[in-house]
């Protein structure tokens, strides 16, 4: 399964009987999948179906669809003017000019007026209702398919993307784990030069009490278990960007376990070579989880 981004758009457009229909259809990052409609007067019937096949097809994101549908003039309803009423009023307005002095009625105003024109509902068949439905329905997944292609294509971006930060997150783990400062040999010197450092200052501090302090100490700021969870979560990371899918859920929670292991490699470290390879650690990981947000 191929990684999908959360974000897209596509529009797909058909004919049926002289009647034309386009829809637009985009999404940006949800936590779910939300839809949003806008749907011609008289048309409410298709949303049900419509929210329906959206969320079969996605995981997560916010939708918005949009459809048009533009009727040909043979199919267009002539409107009906109450002509009797509209000569009341045109009477009335003119009354109204001579004796007050108002502005002249225009046709554009008398016409806007509550019941001066009427433009009745056009009448289907039940047969005719539903083969427009299918169509429009037929040009909704049309849609979603070019949506669904968007989401793919920049998915594809955004998992190359991600991999390069799993790289450069693997670098850094082994560029610590490497460290010289994790050396035994290394250990020993700062310990013993910490406990000569002490004994200089006070004679009656106990030497072996302060060896054995020392060795927790060191012991206590050992980065072995990050080293050796940050390379798990590694892997984990590129099995979960391998089985493709709505993996952006996961990815982000791999993100707080990244994010959880360089603070505490940070905070445990007693080199400054460790401490600066934990700061950029962090910031790799900062961007690794900005990025796995777009990812469904």
Same mark, same amino acid.
């Given at each position: 399964? @191929?990684?999908? !981004?959360?974000?897209?758009?596509?529009?797909?457009? #058909?004919? !049926?009987?002289?009647?034309?229909?386009?829809?637009?259809?985009?999404?940006?990052?949800?936590?779910?999948?939300?839809?949003?409609?806008?749907?011609?007067?008289? *048309?409410?019937? =298709?949303?049900?179906?419509?929210?329906?096949?959206?969320?079969?097809?996605? %995981?997560?994101?916010?939708?918005?669809?949009?459809?048009?549908?533009?009727?040909?003039?043979?199919?267009?309803?002539?409107?009906?003017?109450?002509?009797?009423?509209?000569?009341?009023?045109?009477?009335?307005?003119?009354?109204?000019?001579?004796?007050?002095?108002?502005?002249?009625?225009?046709?554009?105003?008398?016409?806007?007026?509550?019941?001066?024109?009427?433009?009745?509902?056009?009448?289907?068949?039940?047969?005719?209702?539903?083969? =427009?439905?299918?169509?429009?329905?037929? #040009?909704?997944?049309? %849609? +979603?398919?070019?949506?669904?292609?968007? &989401?793919?294509?920049?998915?594809?971006?955004?998992?190359?993307?991600? #991999?390069?930060?799993?790289?450069?997150?693997?670098?850094?783990?082994?560029?610590?784990?490497?460290?010289?400062?994790?050396?035994?040999?290394?250990?020993?010197?700062?310990?013993?030069?910490?406990?000569?450092?002490?004994?200089?200052?006070?004679?009656?501090?106990?030497?072996? &009490?302060?060896?054995?302090?020392?060795?927790?100490?060191?012991?206590?700021?050992?980065?072995?278990?990050?080293?050796? &969870? =940050?390379?798990?979560?590694?892997?984990?990371?590129?099995?979960?960007?391998?089985?493709?899918?709505?993996?952006?859920?996961?990815?982000? *929670?791999?993100?707080?376990? *990244? @994010?959880?292991? !360089?603070?505490?490699?940070? !905070?445990?470290? @007693? #080199?400054?070579?460790?401490?600066?390879?934990? =700061?950029? +650690?962090? %910031?790799?990981?900062?961007?690794?989880?900005?990025?796995?947000?777009?990812?469904?």
């Amino acid at each position: 399964m @191929n990684l999908q !981004s959360m974000t897209g758009f596509a529009r797909s457009t #058909a004919e !049926s009987e002289g009647t034309s229909i386009a829809w637009e259809v985009k999404s940006v990052n949800g936590k779910s999948a939300e839809v949003r409609l806008r749907l011609p007067q008289g *048309f409410d019937r =298709l949303e049900t179906a419509v929210r329906q096949t959206v969320q079969k097809l996605f %995981a997560r994101g916010n939708f918005q669809a949009t459809l048009t549908v533009g009727r040909a003039a043979a199919r267009q309803i002539q409107p009906v003017v109450n002509e009797a009423f509209l000569k009341d009023l045109a009477g009335l307005a003119k009354r109204l000019q001579e004796q007050f002095g108002t502005e002249p009625a225009t046709a554009d105003g008398l016409l806007s007026l509550r019941g001066v024109l009427d433009i009745p509902e056009a009448v289907e068949t039940e047969e005719e209702r539903a083969a =427009l439905d299918a169509v429009i329905l037929s #040009a909704f997944e049309a %849609a +979603l398919a070019g949506l669904e292609q968007a &989401r793919r294509t920049e998915g594809e971006a955004l998992g190359t993307l991600l #991999a390069g930060h799993i790289d450069t997150i693997e670098a850094l783990t082994l560029k610590a784990e490497a460290d010289p400062s994790r050396e035994p040999a290394a250990i020993r010197e700062r310990i013993a030069e910490q406990v000569g450092l002490l004994m200089d200052v006070s004679a009656n501090l106990d030497a072996a &009490r302060l060896h054995q302090e020392a060795a927790f100490l060191a012991t206590k700021a050992d980065i072995r278990e990050e080293i050796d &969870r =940050l390379k798990t979560h590694v892997a984990s990371g590129r099995a979960l960007l391998k089985s493709g899918g709505a993996v952006g859920r996961k990815l982000d *929670f791999l993100a707080q376990e *990244f @994010n959880r292991e !360089s603070n505490t490699l940070c !905070s445990k470290s @007693n #080199a400054a070579a460790v401490t600066a390879i934990g =700061l950029e +650690l962090k %910031a790799v990981v900062d961007q690794f989880r900005e990025q796995v947000q777009n990812l469904e």
